[in-house]
C-alpha cells in the first residue's frame, strides 16, 4: 500500500509557473504507476498527465500537452507535475494518483491510491 501527499500549490498569476510533488510513502515507489488529475468546482475529475513506473513514458491530457511536464524521482519516491504557462481554466484542485497496473492509465477509478489534494488557483 502506497500514501501520497501533494504539496506546491497555490496563487499565481496567468503566464505563471507552478511545480507540484507528490511524495509517497513506503518501499515500493517503483511498482506504481501515477498520474495527476485535478477537480475544478462543480466539475468532474478529469485526467491531466500520467507517467510508467519508470519514468520512461508520459502521456498528457491535450488541455495541458506543451505546457505541463510530469516527472518522477523514484529515489525520493516522489513524482512531479511542472506547470508553466498557466491559465485561469487550470484553477482546480490538483491530486496525485497511484495504480499497480503496467503502462499508463488515464482513468481516474483505474487509480487505487489517491492524495488529499492541493489548490492551484490562476488569477486572470
Known amino acids: 500500500q502506497v500514501q501520497l501527499v501533494e504539496s506546491g500549490g497555490g496563487l499565481m498569476p496567468a503566464g505563471g509557473s507552478l511545480r507540484l510533488s507528490c511524495a509517497a510513502s513506503?518501499?515500493?515507489?517503483?511498482?506504481?504507476?501515477m498520474g495527476w488529475f485535478r477537480q475544478a468546482p462543480g466539475e468532474e475529475r478529469e485526467f491531466v498527465a500520467a507517467?510508467?513506473?519508470?519514468?520512461?513514458?508520459?502521456y498528457y491530457a491535450d488541455s495541458v500537452k506543451g505546457r505541463f511536464t510530469i516527472s518522477r524521482d523514484n529515489a525520493k519516491n516522489t513524482v512531479y507535475l511542472q506547470m508553466n504557462s498557466l491559465k485561469p481554466e487550470d484553477t482546480a484542485v490538483y491530486y496525485c494518483?497511484?495504480?499497480?497496473?503496467?503502462?499508463?492509465?488515464?482513468?481516474?477509478?483505474?487509480?487505487?491510491?489517491w492524495g488529499q489534494g492541493t489548490q492551484v488557483t490562476v488569477s486572470s
Open positions: 494518483a497511484a495504480h499497480q497496473a503496467i503502462g499508463i492509465l488515464t482513468t481516474a477509478r483505474d487509480y487505487g491510491y
Open positions: 513506503g518501499r515500493t515507489f517503483s511498482t506504481y504507476g
Open positions: 507517467i510508467s513506473r519508470s519514468g520512461i513514458s508520459t
